[in-house]
């Protein structure tokens, strides 16, 4: 049975998880924001800034990915709360090391221990959250830790925009997580996680997740639909200075503004998606909003209207706040496992989705624009229409989960 007691959307778990994500989020935009400073700063040029940045943010991703499925094994073995204090202490190390780093390779290995760290935040958080409060508030409890977490992006931001010292706004980064560790000393463990202890299933195997055919399309789905956000900011808002110029002329655009622009909105539409599910009792119908929401925000962004860098600013602003679905997204592919492979899921679903960003742009960058000459235009259209075609696909096989008991184990069983 499940141990928890009644908790609101402003408890102080609710509050920490929100807090952490925050963290996460302001520094895993602010190598985006500082990237030129940056870079610089550490002995690249002008000639080797592309491949030289594009290798510090891969290993990024790939510590992401790998943190991922450690973070996710550990939150079902051990706790949500050791995971929540494991990945903070390793992502603040890191972002204080970042801040005394001189050369290329020292960055990306900083950004892999900080990958590493920050993949075990918002899955645990999620994870918790959903356990501890209620069916009726928890969608509108991990929007909160969404919406709160995403505006980490915008202060940090303004951060570098206030100080102009990238090496300063890493180790505020890394400060912000010690303070964040204080704060969870008085946030309780997950009930539910304590009654599975007491059973004897298999917690944290990843492998449960693929060796059943039920599961492992639950789980392929649940990463699927969270394709359209990574495309909509790693490519059309990361590279909204490249389309600007090619569209209409732009040569003062700045994509770090279109960050801080879509971020802002991505923050707004995270805590109201709650609000909408609520209202429509259903995650799925809350979502296909955000996806036609999408689908206008990408055929004004390819149109003749985007004719200007303040139209540019503001299309970005409707596509992040079309794209701020990540909590639902993460909540639902939370709620499709068992305690026992709940953390293990809700950890790997967004690192896997961050993840396939590289992927993703090896089909608008190398294969649609090095490979067939097309232009970057007619790239982002192609890709767009078919990361959406894939989403649409996996919504449909997805599973409602607005009304459903968390409170069950995963049993064992090989694929047939």
Request: aromatic share 12%.
């Amino acid at each position: 049975m499940n141990q928890n007691k009644h908790y609101g959307v402003l408890s102080i778990p609710v509050i920490v998880a929100a807090l952490g994500y925050f963290v996460d989020i302001y520094d895993l935009l602010l190598f985006t924001i500082v990237k030129r400073s940056s870079m610089l700063g550490v002995g690249a040029t002008d000639t080797t800034m592309l491949a030289d940045s594009t290798k510090v943010i891969n290993w990024q991703m790939v510590g992401l990915m790998l943190g991922g499925i450690l973070w996710g094994v550990l939150g079902d073995k051990r706790g949500r709360l050791n995971v929540l204090f494991g990945s903070i202490i390793l992502y603040s190390v890191a972002n204080f090391a970042t801040g005394y780093i001189h050369s290329v390779n020292q960055y990306a290995w900083c950004r892999f221990l900080a990958g590493l760290g920050l993949a075990g935040e918002l899955g645990a958080g999620i994870t918790l959250v959903s356990e501890l409060l209620p069916q009726n508030k928890r969608g509108i409890g991990t929007s909160l830790v969404a919406g709160i977490g995403l505006s980490g992006a915008v202060v940090a931001y303004f951060t570098y925009q206030l100080t102009g010292d990238w090496r300063l706004c890493y180790k505020i980064g890394g400060g912000l997580g010690i303070l964040l560790l204080f704060l969870r000393i008085s946030v309780a463990e997950s009930g539910m996680f304590k009654t599975a202890k007491e059973h004897q299933v298999q917690r944290g195997n990843f492998l449960m997740l693929i060796n059943n055919g039920k599961r492992f399309k639950k789980y392929i789905v649940a990463i699927l639909i969270g394709l359209p956000t990574w495309y909509v900011i790693g490519i059309l808002v990361n590279q909204s200075d490249r389309f600007a110029k090619v569209m209409y002329g732009s040569a003062g655009l700045d994509s770090g503004r279109s960050i801080m622009f879509a971020y802002a909105a991505i923050s707004l539409g995270d805590m109201f998606v709650g609000l909408v599910a609520q209202f429509f009792q259903s995650r799925k119908k809350a979502l296909l909003l955000y996806y036609i929401l999408c689908i206008i925000a990408l055929v004004l962004f390819f149109s003749n209207f985007n004719n200007s860098d303040a139209r540019m600013y503001s299309i970005c602003a409707l596509l992040g706040f079309s794209t701020g679905f990540w909590a639902i997204f993460i909540t639902m592919g939370a709620e499709q496992f068992g305690t026992n492979l709940r953390a293990t899921a809700a950890t790997t679903i967004p690192n896997m989705v961050r993840g396939a960003l590289p992927l993703v742009n090896m089909l608008f960058l190398n294969l649609f624009q090095k490979t067939w000459h097309w232009s970057i235009v007619q790239s982002g259209i192609v890709t767009g229409i078919i990361v959406m075609a894939i989403a649409l696909i996996a919504f449909y096989y997805t599973e409602e989960t607005f009304h459903k008991n968390l409170d069950y184990l995963e049993v064992e069983e090989m694929m047939p």
